[in-house]
T-cell receptor
Framework: AQKITQTQPGMFVQEKEAVTLDCTYD???????LFWYKQPSSGEMIFLIY??????QNATEGRYSLNFQKARKSANLVISASQLGDSAMYFC????????????FGQGTRLTINP | GAGVSQSPSNKVTEKGKDVELRCDPI?????LYWYRQRLGQGLEFLIY????????KSGLPSDRFSAERTGESVSTLTIQRTQQEDSAVYLC?????????????FGAGTRLSVL
């Protein structure tokens, strides 16, 4: 069965610093997708970035990048030049490639950016 | 265009009562998902609809939970004889069918409190 592990329940970072949020996963499927979502206090889930298991390069979207280490089964999210508005819960999720469309989520990391 | 819309945003009910939660997906999205998020936890998959195919109900926790979807539009999640452990935020998401990435876009959720 698929599993996502986020080992950092909370992170505190100074504004403008870079931050890495950890995510490890477990699956026996060679084809899968990894997603990161942001959940601010308003409650909505905001899609940030996607990495496919066969992608040759690490995904990037603006200030977000994904440090994908396939052999270690890790997909850490890197946020560069953090801003106060980055304070939120961050969830790592996975979908396997065998037709199952559901996402399996980790427990999340609460990121707090200090001014 | 409009995002995923959920109603009500908050619902307080008494133990034993039935509740209905509504989800309006993004126009043109053929896939629709329901997830549950307990306080401080990640999201748990409940059910998935794709076009006219039989829904994937593998995440429904008990037979008190059911969901319907009319065509490719509105979906209703029904919880019968609510229990206190049903208290959670219920999130709906929609996505375009097919494609390797299949990003799910979420609504703001319905916060259900069972007294």
């Amino acid at each position: 069965a698929q599993k996502i592990t986020q080992t950092q329940p909370g992170m505190f970072v100074q504004e403008k610093e870079a931050v890495t949020l950890d995510c490890t996963y477990d699956t026996s499927d060679p084809s899968y997708g990894l997603f990161w979502y942001k959940q601010p206090s308003s409650g909505e889930m905001i899609f940030l970035i996607y990495q496919g298991s066969y992608d040759q390069q690490n995904a990037t979207e603006g200030r977000y990048s994904l440090n994908f280490q396939k052999a270690r089964k890790s997909a850490n999210l890197v946020i560069s030049a953090s801003q106060l508005g980055d304070s939120a819960m961050y969830f790592c999720a996975m979908r396997d490639g065998q037709g199952a469309q559901k996402l399996v989520f980790g427990q999340g990391t609460r990121l707090t950016i200090n001014p | 265009g409009a995002g995923v819309s959920q109603s009500p945003s908050n619902k307080v009910t008494e133990k034993g009562k039935d509740v209905e939660l509504r989800c309006d997906p993004i126009s043109g999205h053929t896939a629709l998902y329901w997830y549950r998020q307990r306080l401080g936890q990640g999201l748990e998959f409940l059910i998935y609809f794709q076009g006219n195919s039989a829904p994937d109900k593998s995440g429904l926790p008990s037979d008190r939970f059911s969901a319907e979807r009319t065509g490719e539009s509105v979906s209703t999640l029904t919880i019968q004889r609510t229990q206190q452990e049903d208290s959670a935020v219920y999130l709906c998401a929609s996505s375009l069918a097919g494609g390797p990435i299949n990003i799910q876009y979420f609504g703001a959720g319905t916060r259900l409190s069972v007294l």
